[in-house]
């Protein structure tokens, strides 16, 4: 009996009809295994993943496959977007074995959770070097019936391996000016001068790294670290890593050059990515910055905002190609033929070069990526605004690709904080509203009374799994960034509410954190990791709001556990750059202070909008920024500000250390510039 189909993971009800019996995660699927003494075959995955549905169609759907799972295993099926915690133990196992990892992730299990096997997809047949999946399965079970002592040792050794690790996070200290000179230095090394980003293929969006370097440029005036961030923002949405005609960006490219993306689009890849062209725009008032993060703003709202007013998770990569057939990337690519068809000869022509659109294709079958090639500008800027209104208008009728609507927190922080900022900066008030909705389910339907979090929710209604580190640490940079847009202290509170809970549940000792909280689940090994992957690790987006908060309260308790948790960048800093992005920006915060700026004035009075819109402005890394009426009780930074003259005035902090309140826009500015 297959036990998905009540569960809520949209990834979990696309494989309620498998013939497999698959058991979500739980204590009853490990005691049936006990019962059967059987292995348990753990599948993780997420609903826009490509090779995950490959391997669905290939293998769980296949009814031989599904009767050798059902008579020699318990499977068990895991939405990793759901349970973070349990992808993340055994990915950590399966690239300790084969050093590498990725999904789908296939382990199998002793019935006690112990892991002895481990793989990714496999095919239903051997190909290229990797056996078939109906001979793992073979293996496994042979292994288990005729060698147990051998698997049980071998079970044996990866957990004592996993839980002996030790997180060598760096001595005392906090990150210095040094830390960071040689992070920068690392990164120049990595950097692709040619085509914008770090490394080789596959090429990711580089979005925390981009944030420590618009923030390094800003504190220390480094013109060569403005010049890589902006390159590289410059490069992807140029690329087809970049839709462009529905903006918003994919998850990767396949190539060097950002031609060819991995199709699915990830709420978190938007969010980050609109807020650091946001940021690009604030430092340098790009044009294309700026048109960048509206339209992946945009794109957040129309494409993923859900019903209630949360974001959903994820656009499948995979959709029908008009034949019956689900292919990646069918709703997004085109032939010269099926330009002519929507667009004409004649404007086809203008199309076909103003996109790289050519007859052999850069992608599969003749097929291309939209892409903005050239470099200088458009001779008819009127006519091609035409020819992508026609082309995204006849792209609607296409079979879209399906969306993964469950709302995770930690990502909805991301966006409403991304949301808020963009809508302040680029005057898009919707933007702002549209943040404010998104926090308000959070509230609603993701935190108990004691402000706990539950980590996903669907059609408004809360899952089963708890809040894990980076929710709180996401979900609370969300809220300080609505605070210092819309002015109500609330959502500073509600800050202050999730930020207290990280020091009671999720710290240890000498400034480290847990990914989960003490009283969590208990699995093989509870995670612990410092480092970026597709979002800002938890511990190091924890490490940011705690020291904002700290900056918005003058709490120590709060201050002091941000500057422990920042000795992992001066030990990672240096080394790995690339995978510590986040931190970075933190510890760059930190060196500016953070700086506090306090606008006291009426709302009505365009010398204290004008002050406000000035310090929205600034570039200072990770000032923060209270407004209000004087003495306003919402924000504690408004306390004993005083109107100067009668009039609207703004004061700044740095070091525990306040200059004298001033009137002047131009001043505050020069305040505010991180090179004083």
Sequence with gaps: MNRLAGTTSPYLLQHADNPVDWWPW????????????????LSVGYSACHWCHVMAHESFEDEAVAALVNEHFVAVKVDREERPDVDAVYMEAVQAATGQGGWPMTVFLTPDAAPFYFGTYFPPEPRHGMPSFPDVLEGVRDAWAGRREEVAEVAERIVKDLAGRSLAYGGDGTPGEEELAQALLGLVREYDSTRGGFGGAPKFPPSMVL???????????????????????????????????????????????????????????NALLCRVYAH????????LARRVALETADFIVRELRTPEGGFASALDADSDDGTGKHVEGAFYVWTPEQLTAVL????AALAAAHYGVTEDGTFEHGSSVLQLPQDTGVADAERIASIAARLLAAREERERPGRDDKVVAAWNGLAIAALAETGALLDRPDLVERATEAADLLVRVHMDETARLTRTSRDGRAGTNAGVLEDYADVAEGFLALAAVTGEGAWLEFAGFLLDIVLDRFTAEGGALYDTAHDAETLIRRPQDPTDNATPSGWTAAAGALLSYAAHTGSEAHRAAAEGALGVVKALGPRAPRFIGWGLAVAEALLDGPREVAVVGSPGDEAFRELRRTALEATAPGAVLAWGAPGGGEFPLLADRPLVAGGAAAYVCRHFVCDAPVTDPAALAGKLDAHR
């Design 344 to 347: 004409g000869a004649e404007d």
């Design 26 to 41: 739980g204590p009853e699927a490990f005691e049936e295994a006990k019962r059967r003494d059987v292995p348990v075959l």
């Design 280 to 287: 690009l725009w604030r430092a340098t008032g790009s044009d």
């Design 211 to 269: 944030e420590f370097l618009l923030r390094h440029h800003a504190r220390t005036g480094s013109e060569g670290a403005l010049q890589m961030a902006a390159d590289t923002c410059e490069a992807m949405a140029r690329g087809g890593i970049y839709d462009q005609l529905g903006g918003g960006f994919a998850r990767y490219a396949v190539d060097r050059e950002w031609v060819v993306p991995h199709f699915e689009k990830m709420l978190y890849d």
